[in-house]
């Protein structure tokens, strides 16, 4: 069973309302393309064990534009 995140796929979109200013947040993508710059390359079997997510989540970070707020949303991920 291949398990693919519906919103680096395009399927789904998050609305995430910021806790300090109520903007709306921005994806910034997945948490572990941040770790160096490789990342984003790897497979995903490789770097979704290292995101300290469960098998079935990808952490996103998204950002607020108005105040500079980050937040890890951990997005469950879908039978392909």
């Known amino acids: 069973m291949e398990l ?11 609305f995430i309302e910021c806790i300090n200013c109520s903007g709306l ?8 393309d941040y770790l160096d710059d490789y990342s984003p390359y790897l497979s995903n079997d490789i770097t979704q064990m290292v995101d300290g997510a469960s098998y079935d989540k990808c952490v996103h970070l998204y950002l607020c534009e ?14 392909k």
């Open 66 to 79: 108005i105040c500079g707020h980050d937040e890890r949303i951990e997005i469950k991920r879908l039978e």
């Open 25 to 32: 947040m921005v994806d910034q993508g997945p948490l572990v």
């Open 4 to 14: 693919i995140c519906p919103v680096c796929n395009g399927l789904e979109q998050y």
